[in-house]
């Protein structure tokens, strides 16, 4: 959880650098919580639900945001490759590959390595 947390902590941070587990542990408990909303949904409660997803999408974005652009640095790729996204089909597929790529050791020009922050 204290990865999920340091994601929201560092929200609006597009500078710096993000390892893959502090990044991948990001993303599993915001898949969790998209799971339990999706789970809600149906329910008896659908519009709380729905009404509750909404907002959460909208307040998660911009924090993903940040957290697959220092994921990127980290491998020493440009965080504007995070709009390769918006290629249909392909671009998601690539956008995984690019941020499962392995760290660049040491420092780079983003910054020193998170693991030896």
Not at 40 to 46: E, F, P, W
Not at 63 to 92: E, N, T
Request: one cysteine or more; aromatic letters at 14%.
């Amino acid at each position: 959880m204290d990865w999920y947390l340091l994601g929201w902590k560092r929200f609006a941070d597009f500078k710096g650098r993000s390892s893959r587990k502090e990044f991948w542990m990001f993303m599993l408990f915001h898949s969790l919580i998209i799971l339990a909303l999706v789970i809600d949904n149906l329910s008896l409660l659908k519009d709380v639900a729905l009404t509750i997803g909404i907002i959460y999408g909208l307040a998660v974005f911009i924090p993903m945001l940040g957290a697959c652009v220092r994921r990127l640095h980290d491998s020493g790729k440009s965080g504007w490759l995070v709009l390769i996204y918006f290629i249909p089909y392909l671009g998601m597929i690539i956008l995984i590959v690019l941020l499962v790529l392995d760290s660049d050791s040491g420092k780079n020009q983003y910054g020193p390595a998170p693991t030896a922050a």
